[in-house]
């Protein structure tokens, strides 16, 4: 980047006010409108997102059944049955889960049906007795106590009634999202089409994992890790690689990914000291910036942009910075473009497991990782905060919201977090 | 089903006692091995498992470098620096990016040279000043306070020391270790492969989506569920079809699976009604029964088998009972094949949100959906807790563990809970 010499005209274009985060997520929450509706079978739609309301097409269960394995009978049959003079019922053996099923077969009076767990009872019956209480004696069984009528019974419709909204348009389908749609018979789902979001990385000093590192080089990182995350919310990554520290490459290559991508992502060149690189980049594509440096660290200067109703959403460089900025800003563009309805960051408190005792002027966004003691979220600080730091990044699930001129944190302080999800058995 | 009829020694055979879940877990743990390793490059290496420690190869950042944008001075030569009585600097042009990288150009006394965010330092400067805090006089810089040795001053392998463990075996390797991997230039990683787990559902009165209803027939959901989140933890689910009420269809069926697939889930077919249909199946495979019958509800019939070191976990066929034990069963069983080290279930406790006012004398596992308020995790009842009510399971992400014999529950009572890990952006 040594080829730049800064000019003083320059540092003052790249010192706009900044905006606040509530207000840059504003901006770009007006752009993230789903990118296309389509159809997908159940088999495929895990992590897919709903574009309509799911209502079922049929009860659930969808007959009169059996929770559990006995005999069918009808309660007013087995009122006066005591143990001193017990009922006996005839098993009727024409009554089967095909006769059930059709109700073509009346149970009729001091008869009995044998029945298992999720068996249709036959018309006539209004209780199932379990098949540990009765004693069967060859083509009858005795009953020895009464059961008020609808006991162990369960009516059409008691689980998922017909035409009832199952699930709604811009949730997430997750497992049970599919094993319930399977039980409705719904093969297929209409759902919005995945996001294609293009990741960029702009600096000189960035070279790809595959190639040889020169000296003053460091392999690209920031791509990797917010590729990860776009596939983990269930959107579609472009890893459109690096671009050297210069306003027409950037340019060029932010204006080839627009061809495909819904979505653009970059990192670096957005500092003071870039002196605008990817600014001036997007000015000569005629794209609208929507805020340029956002009132909180990391990642200050991080700016939004909008061409052709395409968000441009551009971080810092340093890894911290941009994990942070890409939670913050990018996840909820992703979000409202996958056509989820939800407010896409889950903001809660967690109480502070170490001390924090540095203080700052400005908003600071600290990494942590948060478990739970006890039923009371906490969390842990990463080690070290810099914005350079790509450790305090790993296994980070939380960014620990500080105001502005915060006195000093001690350990036990209840502090405001975003969580980030994961859907991993638990790292150490 | 009714073509079977009771038989009292059938019956008997099918109450062993019931053990506890966790013996039945301990049970499983002891044949949830790691089913071989591999290597894959880390563009899609998203949800695997490392089967070895990652060291570092390189420190990171890999030279000393700056942390901001400015000049890189000698602090010794702006010791004495006042507005009053400015030190003048001259900037050394030789020294560029490459040059600090190949530290070939040492810093002179009185110099300055530029640099920026991430690059390195030359050899001679050992603190940075920020490039708003100096006067530019052509080739000149004018500074006018001092600055301690080492401020502004990243050094090599600060983030993470060459050599160091960055990311341990038998961790799942999520965003974040993805984008470390590629900070260390490290491209391929170990992995262990992923079981491939089959999934069978039995019972006459199931019929694939695909298929019509006939009278006493639901869609099979259990296969589906459970596919989906052997798909969302990182392993391969096989989707093995339904089996009717058939000993030696069933038989086959899971002798066919095992021939390929690292783990058996059936579901169905474990009842006491259902008169040992998989238990007499498995049996004839010459199966080695781990445990039938676990003290818990939903799911009691559980039964957990072996058959050539591989496992065979079969759940009744119940949705929320399939839900309750697929998760407290097969989950640490494909943990464990997929070599994840950590303690596969996430126990903590939670407040209740609402009433549970039923009484059992069993323990009872709830189905719930947490949420955070202010911090303090709580947790929702599902409406219905019968075991075959498939609603109970939606958003479900927690299990509520109800120690047999408990009191009513009020909402406010803090309880114990295992946790369903989501990668998904909050659903409603």
């Given at each position: 980047?040594?080829?730049?010499?800064?000019?003083?005209?320059?540092?003052?274009?790249?010192?706009?006010?900044?905006?606040?985060?509530?207000?840059?997520?504003?901006?770009?929450?007006?752009?993230?409108?789903?990118?296309?509706?389509?159809?997908?079978?159940?088999?495929?739609?895990?992590?897919?997102?709903?574009?309509?309301?799911?209502?079922?097409?049929?009860?659930?269960?969808?007959?009169?059944?059996?929770?559990?394995?006995?005999?069918?009978?009808?309660?007013?049959?087995?009122?006066?049955?005591?143990?001193?003079?017990?009922?006996?019922?005839?098993?009727?053996?024409?009554?089967?889960?095909?006769?059930?099923?059709?109700?073509?077969?009346?149970?009729?009076?001091?008869?009995?049906?044998?029945?298992?767990?999720?068996?249709?009872?036959?018309?006539?019956?209004?209780?199932?007795?379990?098949?540990?209480?009765?004693?069967?004696?060859?083509?009858?069984?005795?009953?020895?106590?009464?059961?008020?009528?609808?006991?162990?019974?369960?009516?059409?419709?008691?689980?998922?009634?017909?035409?009832?909204?199952?699930?709604?348009?811009?949730?997430?389908?997750?497992?049970?999202?599919?094993?319930?749609?399977?039980?409705?018979?719904?093969?297929?789902?209409?759902?919005?089409?995945?996001?294609?979001?293009?990741?960029?990385s702009n600096g000189?000093e960035l070279?790809?994992?595959?190639?040889?590192?020169?000296?003053?080089?460091i392999?690209?990182s920031n791509?990797?890790t917010?590729?990860?995350?776009?596939?983990?919310?269930?959107?579609?990554?472009?890893?459109?690689?690096?671009?050297?520290?210069?306003?027409?490459?950037?340019?060029?290559?932010?204006?080839?990914?627009?061809?495909?991508?819904?979505?653009?992502?970059?990192t670096g060149g957005v500092s003071?000291g870039d002196?605008?690189?990817?600014?001036?980049?997007?000015?000569?594509?005629?794209?609208?910036?929507?805020?340029?440096?956002?009132?909180?660290r990391p990642g200050t200067p991080a700016?939004?942009?909008?061409?052709?109703?395409?968000?441009?959403?551009?971080l810092s460089g340093n890894q911290a910075a941009a994990f942070a900025t890409f939670?913050?800003?990018?996840?909820?563009?992703?979000?409202?473009?996958?056509?989820?309805?939800?407010?896409?960051?889950?903001?809660?408190?967690?109480?502070?497991?170490?001390?924090?005792?540095?203080?700052?002027?400005?908003?600071?966004?600290?990494r942590?990782?948060?478990?739970?003691?006890?039923?009371?979220?906490?969390?842990?600080?990463?080690?070290k905060q810099n914005p350079g730091i790509i450790?305090s990044t790993?296994?980070?699930?939380?960014?620990?919201?500080?105001?502005?001129?915060?006195?000093?944190?001690?350990?036990?302080?209840?502090?405001?977090?975003?969580?980030?999800?994961?859907?991993?058995?638990?790292?150490?």
């Open positions: 980047m040594n080829s730049f010499v800064p000019q003083e005209a320059a540092l003052k274009t790249n010192s706009p006010q900044p905006v606040h985060l509530e207000t840059a997520v504003e901006m770009i929450l007006q752009y993230a409108q789903p990118v296309g509706t389509g159809k997908i079978g159940i088999r495929s739609a895990l992590g897919r997102v709903l574009s309509e309301d799911i209502h079922a097409p049929v009860n659930l269960p969808p007959f009169n059944r059996s929770p559990l394995d006995g005999y069918a009978v009808r309660s007013e049959d087995i009122a006066g049955a005591t143990t001193d003079s017990p009922v006996l019922l005839e098993i009727n053996k024409e009554i089967t889960t095909e006769s059930n099923g059709n109700g073509k077969v009346e149970l009729g009076k001091n008869q009995a049906a044998i029945v298992m767990t999720g068996t249709p009872l036959p018309p006539g019956a209004d209780v199932v007795i379990k098949l540990e209480d009765v004693r069967k004696i060859e083509q009858k069984i005795e009953v020895v106590s009464p059961l008020p009528a609808y006991s162990n019974y369960c009516f059409a419709g008691e689980d998922i009634r017909q035409g009832e909204r199952v699930l709604s348009k811009g949730t997430v389908i997750d497992p049970s999202s599919v094993g319930i749609l399977a039980a409705l018979g719904i093969s297929v789902v209409p759902v919005y089409r995945r996001p294609k979001v293009a990741i960029i000189d070279v790809e994992i595959d190639k040889q590192l020169k000296p003053g080089q392999f690209d791509s990797y917010i590729a990860s995350y776009v596939r983990q919310v269930g959107a579609r990554p472009i890893m459109a690689g690096t671009v050297g520290d210069n306003t027409e490459l950037i340019a060029r290559r932010i204006s080839e990914m627009l061809k495909s991508a819904d979505m653009i992502i970059t003071v002196f605008d690189l990817v600014r001036n980049a997007l000015l000569s594509q005629g794209v609208k910036i929507l805020f340029h440096r956002i009132a909180m700016l939004g942009a909008v061409k052709n109703g395409k968000l441009i959403i551009c939670h913050l800003l990018a996840i909820p563009a992703i979000a409202g473009l996958m056509g989820i309805t939800r407010p896409p960051l889950t903001i809660t408190t967690a109480v502070l497991h170490d001390n924090y005792l540095k203080t700052s002027t400005q908003r600071n966004f600290l942590g990782r948060t478990f739970f003691d006890e039923g009371v979220l906490k969390v842990k600080l990463a080690e450790r790993l296994y980070c699930d939380a960014l620990i919201d500080v105001p502005a001129d915060s006195a000093p944190l001690q350990a036990g302080t209840r502090v405001k977090i975003v969580l980030i999800p994961s859907p991993w058995l638990q790292q150490n």
